[in-house]
């Protein structure tokens, strides 16, 4: 006696993968395929604009200087994130989980908002501020520290993650004949610094990217150049597209020395299982080192509490009068860019982790992350400015389709990286009693990873909360979140009431980043 | 002259509210080769991280060759300074290093100059029959290579006592046949005093001239394995061990 043979019709898994595919082709291919029409150029061919541009010796020099900046940022981002992330991932201390979480903070609001903070700090008007703090923070080294320590989070993290994933016993077979820090430097250091490197090419890549700092701070770069191109009297979308292939060639290469350290990861090689790991203490030291990670993570603090100063009672205010649509705004866009991407992140993240296939998917969101926004607005101007796709183009659409690509391969790797963890047979188990793809998705896979699951959307959430680079040059009239919104009344608009804006923003990234994490810690209990 | 290498006087282990060993006793003398044997979750994995250092007791005190290495929540001697060595389930052989290099880790610890550490990586080698792959990486070898890379660098560095967290439990029947009669004449030969750690009473008997047998975090056996006499009020597995080690006997 035996179950019944049925013949019953399921969605396969084929045809949402086909389906996901297809938007992620959409979203992150189709902008820079569109970029190599040369209708821009009207009477121009594409050969003349690109030699009349790219032989220019100024602009190679800028695209140099450019590189130089972002491997400056690179380096602080790498130097403060590496020393705490082994901090807070291999010794014991007082505070360390919550002095972690606090340190994070800063990853989730504009960097923007940290120059303003600085500014208002170290203007020439600021409080402690003179002329030469003014020249300090209005010049490269200030681009360099703001961004600097607004990146080493993801640096801090990607340690962590990396440190805290490794096979414990590795350790513990070189701890019986080795001192910890013998340890760290020869057997831990070698294993996670392919993950690390990936960090610190993260942070070349968002610096790169970057331009409501360098904006604001005055420093002009290769990205911004592109950026004056696609608005204000310097308008010209076919000297933009033409000025953004050199960054195309970037991105490529970024995926190529990626896609060689990919095998090296840890997580790819062991997916994100949380091991008890050893923790070494201090000692007599403890409280020294308690009061340096507090005094590094209140620094980074800092220019965000500034604001709230600044903005003084009567900016806070006037917020109403000041702030229209720009976070109802913010918020719809995050939310449904985040649910957008966290539904194609899981069909595509599931079919990586367990067929370990559809790679090329993963690699093009990544592309897409990997090139400078101006590069990814010109291609979604090209892209979608059509009078068929019109409705999309002037609404809320646009924004959502931008941030997607940006942030589509957050979603993918972090989805696949969380289904590594657990095995397979527990859907083919579910399989051989009839379930399809579907219902093997909504009945065993999502709720086997659903905190993992939430703290992913929440992750993508914030993220698109906090974009201002990405939108800047797309954004269409009606649609501005907050940070443009902020952005834009920084040029002319009065300083409290730009401070009360910026430190509202921080307090919803700051209320639903905290909302999060004590969820999380409920829902793993 | 101490004959005992581990004595473990009135150990207990608690995490939270769980008790993990409870009140254990016992001592392991010189060249004596000890199984391990236990349920899953019956504590053997915490015994045997107490006695490579990674734990302290909560109560109780270790002493390894007559020297207090733990007490009542402190760990007394750190790991590297215990001279032991272990060969995990997992092998935990180095991935970024070469098998020379996995072997020579422990040998740069102890100061050796470069000739010793080649004479013994060289010595050791050649006993497990790996002479001609030192180059290689771990993940260029097979599934037995590999065992004989973690059994060497284990030995390499001349440890006070071995400790073997299940190390064949993964294996195929012929390899795991194979590499039991390689442990049992490498113990034989060099005299080691070994902790062995398995859930099968086969291997254990095979291999172990001792048998300690752990159950819900406390020990419910521990003497000679020839002698294996079973009381009232053992608990089922207690029991079954008893009666598999008759039958494989």
Redesign the interface.
């Known amino acids: 006696m035996g179950r019944n043979l049925r013949r019953t019709y399921h969605f396969s898994s084929e045809q949402f993968i086909s389906w996901a595919a297809a938007l992620v082709l959409l979203m992150c291919l189709l902008p820079p395929f569109l970029m190599l029409g040369n209708d821009l150029f009207a009477g121009s061919s594409l050969p003349t604009a690109l030699r009349s541009l790219l032989l220019s010796a100024d602009l190679w020099k800028l695209f140099a200087w450019t590189c130089v900046l972002s491997l400056l940022v690179t380096a602080i981002a790498s130097m403060q994130g590496i020393a705490l992330g082994v901090l807070f991932a291999k010794t014991e201390f007082s505070g360390r989980t919550a002095l972690l979480w606090v340190h994070s903070f800063p990853l989730f609001l504009p960097p923007f908002f940290a120059a303003l903070g600085w500014f208002y700090l170290f203007g020439t008007q600021g409080w402690l501020g003179n002329e030469q703090t003014s020249r300090l923070l209005f010049g490269p080294w200030g681009v360099v520290l703001v961004l600097g320590f607004s990146f080493a989070p993801i640096v801090t993290w990607m340690t962590v993650l990396s440190l805290q994933n490794i096979?414990p016993?590795?350790e513990?077979?070189?701890?019986?004949?080795?001192?910890p820090a013998?340890v760290i430097v020869?057997?831990l250091w070698?294993?996670a610094r392919p993950t690390i490197t990936f960090a610190a090419m993260l942070v070349f890549a968002l610096s790169f990217s970057e331009l409501g700092v360098l904006m604001f701070l005055r420093v002009k770069t290769y990205p911004a150049v592109i950026f004056g191109r696609l608005g204000g009297i310097q308008f010209s979308p076919g000297e933009a597209f033409a000025l953004s292939l050199p960054l195309l060639g970037v991105a490529a290469l970024f995926l190529w020395v990626e896609n060689k350290l990919k095998p090296m990861q840890v997580f790819h090689t062991m997916g994100t299982r949380s091991f008890q790991t050893?923790r070494y203490a201090w000692g007599r030291w403890q409280a020294v080192v308690t009061v340096s990670v507090a005094g590094v993570v209140s620094l980074s603090l800092l220019p965000y509490a500034v604001l709230g100063w600044r903005a003084g009672v009567e900016g806070f205010w006037e917020i109403p009068r000041w702030i229209g649509d720009s976070l109802y705004n913010s918020l719809l866009i995050a939310l449904c860019t985040a649910t957008w991407i966290g539904l194609f992140g899981l069909v595509v993240g599931h079919a990586l982790a367990r067929r370990n296939a559809f790679q090329w998917l993963e690699n093009l969101a990544l592309f897409a992350f990997m090139l400078p926004s101006a590069v990814v607005g010109v291609g979604l101007i090209l892209a979608w400015n059509r009078p068929i796709t019109g409705e999309i183009y002037r609404g809320m659409g646009i924004l959502v389709i931008g941030l997607g690509a940006r942030y589509a391969i957050l979603g993918i790797r972090a989805v696949a990286s969380t289904m590594q963890r657990t095995s397979e047979i527990f859907e083919q188990t579910a399989s051989t009693f009839g379930s399809g793809y579907v219902r093997t998705m909504l009945r065993i896979a999502i709720p086997m990873h659903r905190p993992s699951l939430i703290g992913i959307w929440l992750l993508i959430l914030l993220f698109c909360l906090r974009d201002l680079d990405a939108v800047i040059t797309y954004a269409p009239p009606g649609w501005a979140t907050l940070p443009i919104r902020i952005f834009t009344l920084e040029a002319n608009g009065p300083e409290h009431i730009v401070a009360a804006l910026a430190f509202v923003h921080t307090a919803v990234t700051a209320a639903l980043f905290a909302g999060g994490l004590f969820w999380l810690r409920w829902s793993l209990k | 002259m101490i004959s005992d290498v581990f004595v473990l006087d009135h150990i207990s282990v608690v995490y939270g509210t769980k008790t993990v060993l409870s009140d254990v006793c016992l001592r392991i003398e010189q060249g004596q080769i000890m199984a391990l044997l236990g349920p899953s979750g019956a504590g053997k994995s915490t015994l045997l991280r107490l006695l490579l250092g990674f734990q302290a007791p909560t109560q109780g005190t270790l002493r390894i060759q007559g020297q207090c290495a733990a007490t009542s929540g402190k760990i007394i001697i750190p790991p590297e300074s215990r001279g032991l060595s272990v060969v995990f389930q997992t092998l935990a052989l180095w991935p970024h290093m070469t098998v020379w290099e996995n072997l020579e880790f422990g040998l740069i610890s102890q100061k050796l100059p470069r000739p010793a550490r080649q004479e013994r990586i060289d010595a050791i080698l050649q006993r497990v029959g790996l002479r001609d792959l030192s180059k290689r990486y771990p993940s260029m070898l097979s599934g037995g290579e590999q065992q004989r890379v973690a059994i060497a660098r284990a030995l390499v560095t001349r440890p006070q006592a071995v400790l073997f967290d299940e190390p064949l439990s993964h294996l195929d029947i012929v390899l795991r046949q194979e590499l039991l009669a390689f442990f049992r004449e490498l113990f034989a030969e060099l005299e080691l005093t070994a902790l062995y750690v398995t859930h099968d009473p086969w291997e254990a008997r095979y291999l172990s001239s001792h048998i300690a047998i752990l159950d819900q975090g406390r020990l419910a056996y521990c003497g000679a394995s020839k002698a294996l006499p079973t009381q009232d009020g053992d608990s089922a597995f207690v029991q079954g061990i008893m009666r598999a080690w008759q039958d494989v006997g």
């Open positions: 096979d016993t590795l513990e077979a070189a701890r019986i004949s080795a001192s013998r020869r057997i070698p294993i050893l």
